[in-house]
């Protein structure tokens, strides 16, 4: 499958935030810094209707919950889709995404942990790239985990220089086999990966790179 590459992010682009998982009420501050952090790097930031609500430890009902994700996925002003944090819920609402709305507008959807079901799913239903990578709270409203993950962030949806070596947050790291390779990655948190699994949203794995998070 082809894939869609969303268009570098410019200054004064629309970021969105929303909470398709687990509420992010009592982290009110947090989530109000993160969006501080983006708007302070040059973007605009809009966040979901229903991002402070809370429903059963869930950021709100799965209605409501579909309803700001897909209302930003629609919206042509805005350029990333930015998961406020993960936890769990996405499982329950993937089946309401409106992949067309992507595939017909290409554009960043960045998220981690429980984001694993709708990243792998928007990309195999729109064949648009997904970014398993920053969430709002645990990125941006986290003063460590920002100053670790921010260059890599912006040179990923800016275009801006190459990656080069992604970041680690401790300096423990062992090789168990040395070499090179090439392939398209895929993958995300592997206990959330497996509920993909025998569905049509599991990833193509064949001459691909897996990549898992613990």
């Excluded at 082809?2 to 410019?10: G, T």
């Excluded at 229903?50 to 430890?57: A, Q, S």
Aim: aromatic share 8%; with cysteine.
């Amino acid at each position: 499958m082809d894939m869609l590459k969303p268009m570098p992010l410019q200054p004064g682009d629309v970021i969105a935030v929303v909470a398709p998982s687990s509420s992010v009420r009592e982290e009110r501050q947090r989530v109000e810094t993160g969006m501080a952090t983006l708007e302070g790097l040059g973007f605009r930031v809009r966040s979901g209707t229903h991002l402070f609500d809370e429903w059963r430890g869930l950021a709100g009902t799965h209605e409501d919950r579909a309803e700001d994700f897909n209302t930003m996925l629609r919206d042509p002003e805005v350029r990333m889709v930015m998961a406020a944090q993960g936890g769990y819920g996405c499982l329950s609402i993937v089946d309401r995404l409106d992949f067309d709305a992507l595939r017909a507008d290409p554009k960043w959807v960045s998220g981690m942990s429980d984001l694993t079901i709708f990243l792998n799913a928007l990309t195999a239903e729109s064949g648009v790239q997904t970014l398993h990578g920053p969430d709002l709270l645990y990125t941006f409203g986290h003063p460590d985990n920002r100053e670790i993950e921010l260059p890599w962030f912006l040179r990923t949806v800016t275009g801006e220089g190459a990656l080069g070596l992604l970041p680690t947050w401790t300096g423990d790291v062992r090789t168990l086999r040395a070499g090179e390779g090439r392939g398209r990655a895929w993958g995300g948190t592997i206990n959330v990966l497996g509920h993909l699994l025998a569905t049509r949203w599991a990833p193509d794995l064949q001459g691909a790179i897996l990549v898992l998070e613990g």
